[in-house]
């Protein structure tokens, strides 16, 4: 790419070593930039400028612009470059799942993460002692992108954004069932999906597909980038169409998405009679889904739910769990009652693109 500074050196074995281990607190510590790799000279996930960075996935909380290089799978940097422009960053340079990169004392490895196309989790090892920093991820299957990959290490460090025992999101294929049963129920009216522009979208309609719906799907205009990238990537979504321009009385019997804020304001007035529905992990909470105004609430999650997150930390072998964002208290003392170590980590700025809240701020405004 751009920019002149020194490529990280790429090297394809492991590197557990005969050193004396370290702590773990040597090699990643919680900055106020964001999670700090000192003897490795980069930031996981900043969330303001720095030097180098290590990025996880596209969502805005984790992905920003500014920094000086910036090391993430290929479909990470296309979604940083879709959504900030040329210049998001002074150099970058591109990482495949599996692939290992030397830098410093310390050994940087990717891992699918399942959360979004293009999300991993990032294996730090330096002189025997590794930890993995999850960013955000799922275990649930998803056909949008690569499947989740435990990975065994000494420090599991894990998000928490459905981490209380309430939080169980079920199949989503059940959820999709349910949309469609709807659909059939009332061909007279349009139904309209909220659905966060990374990821939940592609994935709510890959999952229409699954189900056997083949009509066309209509798409917000914050969406028709994000979408066409995810095609060019391969993931098949069928015969996509943007809502604009299309007549009220056509859009009855259909399915539009569209980000959560659209499905609440008067960009719906051109829909007939819309069922409202929203897919979120946070639909399993039916108060939240009324205070919304939601008439059909899907559970369908880009997150761990709690058995995902305590099956996920029990597979790692950590002995040392660091929890980020989210719930952190639940998660923290449940570790604690399993004989591990854990402490919440405290960083600030995460959580506000996509299931982090339930009023997030929407990427790819169009
Ligand atoms: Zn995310
Ligand atoms: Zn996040």
Known sequence: MRGSSPRMTTKNHCNRSYITDMRPQDILLPAAAGLCCKPGGFHIDPVRPVERAVITHGHSDHARPGHGTVLATRETLDMMRLRYGDNFAGSTQAIAYGESIRTGDVTIKFHPAGHVLGSAQIAVSCKGTCIVASGDYKDAPDPTCAPFEVVRCDVFITEATFGLPVFRHGDAADEVKKLLASVALFPERAHLVGAYSLGKAQRVIALLRLAGYDAPIYLHGAMEAITSYYQSRGVALGDLRPARGMKKADLAGTITLAPPSATSDIWTRR?????????????????????????LPLVISDHADWDGLTATIEATG?????????????????????????????????????????????????
Do not use: N
């Open 271 to 295: 829909f007939p009679d819309p069922v409202t529905a929203f897919a979120s992990g946070w639909m399993r909470v039916r108060a939240r889904a009324r205070q919304r105004g939601i008439e």
């Open 318 to 366: 950590a002995r040392e769990i660091w929890v980020t964002h989210g719930q952190e208290d639940a998660l923290v003392h449940w570790c604690k009652t399993k004989g591990l170590a854990a402490r919440p980590l405290d960083l600030v700025g995460y959580g506000d693109e996509d299931e982090g809240d339930t009023a997030p701020a929407e990427g790819f405004a169009s």
